[in-house]
């Protein structure tokens, strides 16, 4: 653990607490792509299997049953709650997702660390997890409107992964034997893809104005 790990965890769960906010006080899930919400929970799903075969910590733990339990509640909330689905933005959410994750699936069973099926799994929910923003990215780019709140939760997620990149520099650079190319490129990939909804939130920061991003 180190300072960028912990700043990075800490403003993932920023994120995921912004949405869940934002669904439970307002009762709304307006600007929120359900598909995107639906490739997250398939991404904790794959990623913590290893809760039943492993211990690492007690924090580690906890963070996976949080992000588990979040992503679903979040999910059931978007599909079944009846005020909560009313907001739901299902014209313009349109982006075929699932026809992104067969691709990963295929990429985690040629590209992987040991073939294993945890270890596919993982690599699987790495490659899944660097794309699974584009239908919310393409959502906030048809509707245009942006709200704080919804605005907040994306350059959170972007945030995160920025911060898990500083994570891997300076465990390179202090951890002999530190090599995890499939992580550092998704992470990477990932992060690339929000190059463009940050340049627009800081210049809408910057000038005090409503955040919007070109159709």
Excluded at 90 to 110: G, N, Q, S, Y
Excluded at 116 to 130: H, K, P, Q
Aim: glycine letters at 2%; aromatic letters at 18%.
């Amino acid at each position: 653990m180190n300072i960028f790990r912990l700043a990075g965890d800490m403003t993932h769960l920023a994120s995921v607490l912004v949405l869940l906010l934002k669904i439970h006080t307002i009762k709304s899930c307006a600007g929120i792509s359900l598909k995107t919400q639906e490739l997250y929970a398939l991404v904790f799903a794959s990623r913590y299997l290893d809760m039943f075969t492993s211990y690492v910590s007690f924090y580690n733990t906890v963070m996976k049953l949080i992000f588990l339990g979040s992503s679903f509640s979040i999910v059931w909330y978007m599909r079944h709650h009846k005020l909560v689905r009313r907001s739901y933005d299902k014209d313009h959410d349109t982006f075929r997702h699932f026809f992104i994750v067969l691709p990963c699936l295929i990429l985690a069973l040629l590209i992987h660390e040991k073939f294993t099926f945890l270890e596919v799994m993982w690599a699987f929910s790495l490659y899944l997890e660097a794309v699974a923003i584009l239908p919310q990215l393409v959502l906030l780019q048809r509707t245009r409107n942006i709200d704080n709140l919804t605005g907040q939760y994306v350059f959170l997620l972007g945030a995160y992964r920025a911060l898990y990149i500083l994570n891997w520099v300076y465990r390179f650079f202090t951890e002999p034997h530190y090599v995890h190319w499939i992580t550092w490129i998704s992470g990477l990939v990932q992060t690339l893809l929000y190059a463009d909804f940050f340049y627009y939130y800081f210049q809408s920061w910057k000038n005090n104005v409503k955040l919007e991003l070109p159709a």
